[in-house]
């Protein structure tokens, strides 16, 4: 049987040539905006007296059955059909006969593939936005019940001060609502509608785009033809926003994972989300972490496919965009399988305040408070400074620490030290104290939470 695009030529494609061609073993999972897409064209088609309301009518229904058909199974997508595209309108024709063949008047597949996509894209940010959500909602909780629990804050990886481990879980909070701030400003820009944009250059039928954008929910209309056919800046957007996502998920990975470790045990992981090793009976291994900064580098890779696909591309469309469709439909699957399984084991992982406690307390990390008493007492910043680290440097050496350092030796340091340096260096006031604006005093802390809930909501 003849091409449904075979015009000019006469010979038969060779089936390698068809293989490589085919792009229905991936799109096929856009039928739904497809077919909703040629309804809407359809409508129009009929809007604007191109084709009859009776036309229009039995184009509705056949694209309506071959939709039911194909949810419920009864109808199978045809493996050997080029595209997604071709497939529905193959069937269509098939099931009403002859009128199916209006159905592309003024339309070709190069609109109608840039219109799926925003569709279907569409419809997937809102996915990944209210998992996000739901992923911040669930660290949020954690922070809640943990706004006052003490736990080293890291620089360079070394104690620096002590932090609530709360106030550091709303740092990734804070991460995950510009997130759902990036998918929400980026779905402005997806949705503007390319259909009417035709092949590329428009076309000489009555048409009426405002109507085919409204009847889709699209806010606007491509301005430029050309631009609405070629412009796949939507989903690089939107890759660039879930890679950003997924170096959130690693970089949290990352520290579960150390924090799970045996040096650390600041948590532990559920069962349900650990898996052991077949040699080494002891292990259990923070495998969900791993894997979702493992598969933090596919992301990056379908952001970097996807812009190297469209570098270089002359205007208009060119197939090489055909290629698009695999790297986006990767992330948007992984980016979800990644939320999910991260939810689950935050909403699961047991935290060990005594452990977080006691390594606060033995790597100096009220140091700068100390530095800070002496500021009090009237000494310039400097050498408060200066002295603090020759105190800490003695502790070492004498195996003691800031929080039960006799008075006596305090005060061979300097005189101004009295019974109130204890206060000072005293972990739970340390972090009291830090109440400045986003700092670590649990009452900030609840302030921060309290934030993120309004957000949320
Ligand atoms: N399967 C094609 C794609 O994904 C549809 C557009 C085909 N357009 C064309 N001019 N060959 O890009």
Not at 120 to 149: G, P, S
Not at 180 to 191: F, G, H, I, Q, V
Not at 391 to 414: A, N, R
């Amino acid at each position: 049987m003849a091409k449904m695009w075979q015009g000019r030529t006469e010979g038969k494609t060779s089936q390698i040539a068809d293989d490589f061609n085919s792009s229905i073993s991936f799109d096929s999972r856009m039928f739904k905006q497809d077919i909703t897409g040629s309804m809407a064209h359809a409508s129009m088609l009929a809007a604007t007296g191109i084709i009859k309301d009776e036309e229009a009518q039995t184009l509705l229904d056949g694209l309506q059955s071959i939709l039911d058909d194909l949810l419920s199974g009864a109808l199978q997508i045809d493996a050997s059909a080029e595209d997604i595209h071709m497939f529905v309108e193959q069937v269509l024709t098939e099931r009403v006969g002859d009128v199916g063949k209006k159905l592309h008047t003024a339309r070709s597949r190069n609109d109608q593939v840039a219109l799926d996509l925003r569709l279907y894209l569409r419809d997937e940010i809102d996915v990944i936005e209210d998992l996000t959500k739901k992923l911040a909602k669930t660290v949020t909780n954690k922070a809640e019940e943990n706004y006052d629990v003490i736990v080293p804050g890291y620089t360079h990886l070394q104690r620096a001060q002590p932090i609530t481990f709360g106030h550091h879980l709303m740092a990734y909070v804070m991460m995950l609502l510009r997130d759902m701030d990036r998918l929400n400003d980026t779905k402005k820009r997806m949705n503007t509608s390319p259909i009417g944009s035709c092949a590329l250059a428009g076309t000489t039928y009555p048409t009426d785009r405002g109507f085919e954008a409204d009847k889709l929910g699209f806010d606007s209309v491509c301005q430029n033809s050309i631009d609405g056919v070629s412009d796949r800046d939507f989903a690089v957007e939107l890759l660039g926003n879930l890679a950003t996502l997924m170096m959130h998920l690693s970089r949290f990975s990352e520290e579960i994972i150390l924090w799970c470790s045996w040096e650390f045990r600041f948590v532990e992981l559920s069962d349900a989300f650990t898996t052991g090793s077949s040699i080494m009976p002891q292990k259990k291994n923070a495998d969900m972490a791993e894997l979702v900064r493992g598969k933090t580098a596919r992301v990056y890779g379908d952001l970097m496919a996807l812009l190297t696909v469209l570098k270089g591309l002359p205007l208009a469309y060119n197939k090489d965009m055909q290629e698009d469709k695999e790297s986006v439909f990767d992330a948007v699957d992984t980016v979800k399988m990644c939320l999910t399984v991260f939810t689950g084991m935050v909403e699961s992982m047991t935290v060990k305040p005594e452990n977080m406690l006691a390594a606060a307390q033995n790597g100096f990390i009220n140091a700068t408070d100390l530095a800070d008493y002496l500021v009090g007492q009237g000494l310039p910043f400097r050498d408060a400074y200066h002295i603090s680290g020759q105190i800490v440097g003695y502790c070492i050496k004498e195996h003691q620490v800031l929080e039960t350092l006799p008075l006596s030796v305090y005060q061979t340091f300097s005189p101004l030290f009295d019974e109130n340096v204890y206060k000072a260096v005293d972990l739970v006031e340390c972090v009291k104290r830090r109440r400045s604006f986003g700092g670590t005093a649990p009452e900030s802390v609840l302030k921060q939470i309290e934030f993120a809930k309004n957000y949320l909501q």
